[in-house]
């Protein structure tokens, strides 16, 4: 007797699927296009030249010649995979030796390699949590941290984006909950560009008697003197607990990691599931990270940290000036602006962002959608994001490609919202 659900029912049901249909039969969907080349400035992608707005290649690491050598001559020595786990024969002196500067550089006693960064959060949270444990996250917290969330079993307390008030309020009800206490926020939020408070999200934390956990994924290479993130930009390391980062954002290569105390990362290291069931990374990739790595804690580091985020600035200012609506920027304590690599362009509608990004792509010019549910409902952005390797003449173009889609996008479907 056959069941009465057909478990691939909703494949053909997802509320989506219609959409994506749409999209494809208008030559407007946003996804899946195949780059033909590396990640630079210029890249080829199906035919074509276009602009990378859209990559979080921040350092612009992915073409540097001491990266693909530090690849090629781990592949060279190591060959293609390790076929195992870390657990188990997967564990080469790369990965130890990456461990142990990714601990200095974080200012951290220890750190775990995982082999991608949504593994990184699963294993710390799934592993740290449990069922009489309670987790407080900022809604727009990366999915993997969610998922992490979930998979521990611990109470979910969610609070809106970077609203203290409503965190204070999750962190008076969570100490009544009986088990431990852990707040997650991410240091800078993927989509919107903007950075979580954390001198006052440390106070709070301190005031209640809980840990806190910082994603630091699209941070690290980036933020505070050293590019150690978020947490040293706002001077806040002691007072954060963990910290996670990715290797595939400004380190040019993929892999997460988990930084902070040496006994918790020594019992990540026997009791996290995925990072004991998983594969280790491939031997390359391993090689591409340390190589990343040692270019930012060196003298060129800074001078890298600084162009990226000049030519934010820069991005961020010519947008504003077509008009365009912007995410505001955030402040240190000291009342100096935070800018991050991340500039989104609020357009609301989720069609109207498919068509101007179809628009920009037309004109050579590539960069992200983020729809519902990556973004609240009528909260639709094109996520730009730059490298520290563009240059104002390269970004001088794309402003005007931004000009010549924004007057024909508004003359057949009507005004964008405005920064005005």
């Known amino acids: 007797m056959a069941p009465k659900v057909d478990v691939f029912a909703k494949a053909r049901e997802f509320e989506r ?24 400035p210029v890249v080829q992608m199906e035919g074509q030249p276009r602009i990378m707005l859209g990559s979080n290649n921040y350092l612009g690491l992915t073409g540097d010649d ?41 200012g951290t006693e220890d750190a775990i390699v995982f082999t991608t960064g949504h593994q990184a959060n699963l294993g710390a949270l799934g592993t740290i949590l449990g069922k009489q444990d309670t987790v407080i996250a900022d809604s727009g917290d990366h999915a993997s941290i969610l998922d992490g969330c979930m998979l521990s079993g611990a109470k979910l307390r969610a609070f809106r984006h970077n609203r203290l008030d409503l965190l204070e309020k999750q962190l008076s009800r969570a100490v009544e909950d009986g088990g431990g206490v852990l707040v997650v926020v991410d ?10 408070p954390l001198h ?37 390391e002691p007072q954060v607990d963990l910290r996670m980062a990715t290797f595939s954002k400004s380190l040019a290569s993929c892999g997460g990691v988990i930084a902070g105390p040496s006994e918790v990362v020594e019992y990540l290291r026997i009791a996290s599931r995925p990072f004991i069931f998983t594969a280790s990374a491939v031997p390359a990739a391993v090689g591409a990270t340390l190589a990343a790595v040692r270019i930012c804690r060196s003298e060129e580091g800074a001078q890298l940290f600084s162009r990226v985020l000049e030519n934010a600035a ?80 390269v970004l001088d173009r794309a402003l005007e490609a931004f000009a010549q889609a924004k007057r024909g996008f508004e003359a057949e479907h009507g005004p964008l919202p405005s920064g005005a």
């Open 314 to 393: 820069y991005l961020r200012r010519g947008l504003a000036e077509l008009g365009f609506e912007l995410r505001p920027t955030a402040q240190l304590p000291d009342g100096s602006e935070v800018v991050t690599p991340v500039v989104p362009v609020v357009v609301g509608d989720d069609w109207k962002a498919v068509f101007l990004w179809k628009a920009l792509y037309e004109a050579g010019v590539f960069v992200n959608v983020a729809i519902h549910p990556a973004v609240p409902p009528g909260g639709a952005l094109l996520r730009t994001s730059v490298m520290a390797t563009h240059d104002a003449a």
């Open 200 to 236: 006052e999200i440390t106070e709070l934390c301190e005031r209640y008697g809980v840990r806190l956990m910082v994603d630091e994924a699209h941070a690290l290479g980036v933020l505070g003197e050293r590019g150690a993130g978020t947490c040293e930009l706002f001077g806040v």
């Open 187 to 196: 240091g800078v939020y993927s989509m919107e560009g903007d950075v979580a």
């Open 66 to 106: 001491r990266v693909k050598q530090g690849a090629l001559e781990a592949l060279q020595r190591y060959g293609t995979g390790l076929t195992g786990s870390r657990f188990l024969n997967g564990t080469i002196d790369l990965h130890v030796e990456l461990e142990r500067e990714l601990a200095e550089w974080m």
């Open 17 to 40: 699927m219609d959409q994506l249909r749409a999209a494809r039969e208008l030559g407007a969907l946003p996804y899946f296009h195949v780059l033909e080349g590396p990640t630079l």
